[in-house]
């Protein structure tokens, strides 16, 4: 068996397993954890031209982006860095797992910020099922919940994308 000594923490479409797991299917899921410091958004420009999550510092009171944590080998952290593309980098963050217990793991921080993008339906309904499928805090949730969104014309992919939680 492969070693999986490299966590990702994900805060954005991978938080739900069957999104993660259609892209990497031995990928471990370990739990919850909460990178305290940051907000997440919906201003990183997707390969497909909509927005999609992004993490921002925010040194206001209880600022956090709640996230999952996977157990990664080097070979599925290569192939998730293709996935995930150009303009994120990879960089290692100090999360708090659900236990209290403080753990590095790496992260994809977008590094240009568009405020001009809406995220399609089917990216946020991934989100919004990992944020309730992990049971994150109500007020994120709900929080989510109100972000604006635009359809995607291309009906093949959004069909496609759904497919998973079927």
Not at 29 to 53: E, I, M, N, V, Y
Request: net charge negative; aromatic share 10%.
């Amino acid at each position: 068996m492969a070693d999986r000594d490299i966590l990702n923490f994900a805060f954005g479409s991978n938080l739900t397993p069957a999104r993660l797991l259609a892209r990497l299917p031995a990928a471990q899921l370990l739990g919850t954890a909460c990178l305290p410091g940051f907000t997440l958004g919906f201003r990183h420009l997707g390969q497909d031209g909509s927005a999609k999550c992004s993490i921002e510092p925010d040194d206001s009171a209880g600022a956090c982006v709640h996230g999952v944590l996977y157990a990664l080998t080097e070979q599925e952290v290569a192939q998730l860095d293709r996935i995930e593309g150009e303009g994120y980098r990879r960089q290692d963050v100090e999360v708090v797992r659900a236990c209290g217990a403080r753990i590095t793991a790496h992260c994809y921080i977008t590094q240009q910020f568009h405020d001009d993008l809406l995220p399609f339906s089917w990216y946020l309904e991934h989100v919004l099922r990992g944020v309730q499928y992990h049971q994150f805090p109500a007020s994120y949730q709900q929080l989510l919940a109100k972000q604006p969104c635009t359809l995607d014309l291309d009906y093949h992919r959004a069909r496609r994308e759904l497919s998973i939680h079927q």
